[in-house]
């Protein structure tokens, strides 16, 4: 599955490939700011066909199960574990593989599908960057909270649903990479270093309104682009197009934080289209809007 889970129909359309033929219980999202969204399904029969579940190559996939479901595990045709998974148990599926599995009993289970990107931006306000694990079903009573009350959303917070499940959505995730994570590999030693990295990072910063392409970047170092971008992710953890955008919403806080000049001076001194597109990529990042985080900090 390549496209974006931007509507409910694609996260119709997952269901169905991977075999739940059943209407949905619940299909809330993409939400507004997180871009996660939530699904219940259940079933009274069971279903002994082996199913592929397919992981989406761009969202991590939360799966908790409200019962219990006697189930197996296959492997290129081969039941590789076989056995009942309690209720209240949830476990983290990463962006890429597949598995297969059949069901012989009713299930009640909640998907959600969370943006890797998200994830991205939340380790980096952490100190040390952190790759979530949890790939065993695990109980935990505050990863369950957290999931009844998105469910319980429309009665928690009627026509601010979805923005009631945002911030749960936040809280969930930045527990679990607080509890259910590990340090992330250390990154493999980049050949951009010293001198050409500040040279590189130091026009960045001078053009975040106007912008840089890759190919003068790979010009101040004397590589190619692809070579450049590769070296660059391998020193920094981050694409060029991405380290940008980091380094101008930074560059926007700073100027929040300052106080004194209109959300459309600071967009436009950053490098964003404007205030509207400033305030968007700055609440996915931070959490907040830009208009409110200066306002909680009086500027």
């Known amino acids: 599955m390549g496209t974006a889970i931007d509507n409910t129909e694609v996260l119709k359309d997952w269901f169905l490939r991977s075999g739940v033929h059943t209407p949905l219980h619940t299909c809330i999202g993409p939400l507004p700011s ?38 197996r595990i296959w492997l290129h045709g081969q039941p590789v574990w076989g056995g009942v998974i309690a209720a209240e148990r949830f476990r983290i599926c990463p962006p890429s593989g597949a598995s297969q599995w059949s069901r012989l009993s009713s299930c ?17 306000l952490r100190e040390t960057p952190l790759s979530l694990g949890a790939q065993q079903f695990t109980s935990d009573r505050h990863v369950m909270e957290l999931v009844r009350r ?19 959505m936040v809280a969930l995730l930045s527990y679990l990479l607080e509890h259910y994570s590990r340090p992330a590999a250390a990154p493999q030693s980049s050949t951009l270093g010293g001198g050409r990295l500040r040279r590189v990072l130091t026009h960045m910063g001078a053009n975040l309104a106007t912008g840089v ?47 004194g000049r209109a959300m459309a001076d600071i967009a436009e001194a950053c490098g964003f289209h404007d205030a509207s597109h400033l305030s968007r990529t700055f609440s996915r990042h931070f959490g907040t809007p830009p208009a409110k985080f200066r306002q909680q900090r009086g500027n």
């Open 150 to 168: 998105m469910l319980n959303g429309d009665a928690m917070a009627g026509p601010l649903q979805s923005q009631y499940c945002d911030g749960l």
């Open 34 to 71: 997180s871009k996660a969204s939530i699904v219940r399904w259940t079933s009274n029969q069971p279903d002994a066909m082996i199913q592929t579940i397919s992981s989406h190559p761009n969202d991590y996939r939360i799966a908790i199960m409200l019962e219990p479901v006697d189930a």
């Open 213 to 259: 392409s890759n190919r003068d970047l790979a010009a101040l170092c004397g590589m190619s682009e692809a070579h450049f971008s590769r070296e660059f992710h391998l020193a920094l953890g981050l694409p060029p197009h991405r380290y940008l955008m980091k380094m101008r919403l930074e560059q926007a806080r700073t100027m929040l934080l300052a106080g």
């Open 108 to 124: 009640d289970i909640v998907n959600l599908f969370v943006p890797a990107a998200l994830i991205d931006n939340l380790n980096a």
